[in-house]
């Protein structure tokens, strides 16, 4: 069904609401976020659009790094390890989050230790959480949310980065089609509607890209056929299109909502998708006990002042233009199919000579070389760490509920 999303909303189907529902993309509260926080208080981050939020009975996130003071950091992954200042619950509490996602490549970026104290946050504030936990069951185990006698079941999933729960340790919940189609079905008959939260990984495509593949969004779709109201994409630091199938509704790519866009790595951003790494928008879906009734979309950015604020005027205008114009694409599966990052040398080339210009060659000189020990460190040494990483996480894994504040 393809929506008109220019006027920033869409009605679907007649009836009398009966609870309305927020969603946002990634809270990335460390680094210069943290350090704004410090400078202006907890509630300097949402301020400008806490009545925005405030105008929903649930409000859902996704839980990007993890809140920890922590000294362990992860032995595998080659990205940086983040983590927040504990503090940080403040502002996400402050702005009246209810339920978030802890189901991604961050949040073990501290491994068992920060995403434990992560949940002690959380449930010490009176925030649930789903994704995250003490073994794969307690990682699949959903949040359940109720508003004026809705029930609604919050799921939450990523893609591997050695950071998946086992059996007998603790992490975060695969992006498994088969796991995740038979949560849905199983918690379908326990609410009124499930709400599921995937962070896409390889089928994102990339960071910084505003189409999702073919293949996720076939995932997507399957999602909502076995029972799902919606699906919403995190990861990608840019929007994607909103599709609505099914009588559900998928958001590909709900961007950031807050994060340090000042960070070299934002900035490494090409153009044209340099130009939305500050822009992204809040969902509200407006809901009775068996249908979404009517959606809409509020364009947010993120100032310069890392604070994010609702775009008004031109500014709205153009974000909803370029969301139509995105989302119209995703009900051509050919011409979807023809927007899918290219991987071919010629097009990795341009990419390495676009960096080469921005950064200096010195900078991609070092980069390539750090890639290509990485490459051969990942054929070599990195299994032997991953199996030593799993047996400490099973030493460990009788502590993490405790830590945790569960026992």
């Known amino acids: 069904m393809v929506v008109d999303l220019t006027a920033g909303g869409h009605e679907l189907a007649d009836g009398a609401v009966k609870a309305k529902l927020a969603v946002v993309g990634d809270l990335m509260l460390g680094a210069g976020v943290a350090q704004a926080m410090s400078e202006h208080g907890a509630g300097h981050t949402f301020r400008q659009v806490k009545g925005l939020l405030g105008e929903a009975d649930i409000r859902f996130a996704n839980l990007e790094w993890p809140l920890t003071a922590t000294g362990r950091r992860h032995p595998v992954i080659r990205h940086r390890a983040r983590c927040v200042p504990m503090r940080a619950i403040e502002a996400v509490t402050d702005a009246g989050f209810t339920v978030v ?44 949310q109720e508003s ?6 919050f799921q939450a999933y990523t893609f591997q980065l050695h950071q998946i729960a086992g059996v007998d340790f603790p992490g975060c ?5 088969k796991l995740m189609l038979e949560d849905v079905r ?7 509607h499930v709400i599921v939260s995937l962070h896409t990984g390889p089928d994102a495509g990339e960071e910084f890209f505003f189409y999702p593949t073919v293949r996720r969004q076939r995932t997507c779709r399957m ?4 029972g799902a109201t919606a699906v919403f994409c995190h990861h990608c630091h840019v929007p994607q299109g909103i599709e609505i199938y099914g009588g559900g509704l998928i958001a590909h790519g709900l961007g950031s909502f807050i994060t340090d866009i000042h960070d070299w790595y934002f900035q490494s951003a090409q153009p044209p998708f340099i130009d939305y790494i500050d822009r992204t928008m809040l969902l509200r879906l407006d809901l009775d006990s068996t249908r979404l009734l009517s959606f809409s979309v509020h364009p947010t950015r993120v100032g ?14 153009a974000f909803l233009r370029f969301l139509q114009d995105i989302s119209a694409l995703l009900y051509d599966p050919a011409a979807l199919a023809r927007q899918t990052p290219s991987r071919a040398l010629s ?24 890639d290509t020990l990485g490459r051969l460190d990942g054929l070599f040494l990195e299994p032997g760490r991953v199996r030593a990483l799993e047996q400490q996480l099973r030493s460990r894994a009788s502590d993490f509920d405790e830590r945790a504040g569960l026992r």
């Open 101 to 144: 996602s802890v189901a991604n490549n961050h949040i073990f970026d501290c491994i068992d230790e920060g995403l434990a104290d992560t949940i002690r946050l959380l449930r010490e504030h009176g925030i649930a959480w789903t994704g995250g936990g003490a073994s794969l069951a307690a990682a699949r185990t959903p949040a359940i």
């Open 148 to 153: 004026h006698g809705i029930r609604f079941g």
């Open 173 to 177: 919940a695969p992006s498994d089609p």
């Open 186 to 192: 199983r918690l379908k008959d326990q609410v009124d």
């Open 223 to 226: 999602l909502i056929d076995e």
């Open 304 to 317: 310069e002042d890392l604070a994010v604020r609702p775009l008004e005027g031109d500014e709205r205008v």
């Open 347 to 370: 097009a990795k080339l341009a990419r390495l000579l676009r960096k080469a210009r921005k950064n200096g060659i010195r900078s991609l000189a070092g980069e390539l070389l750090r």
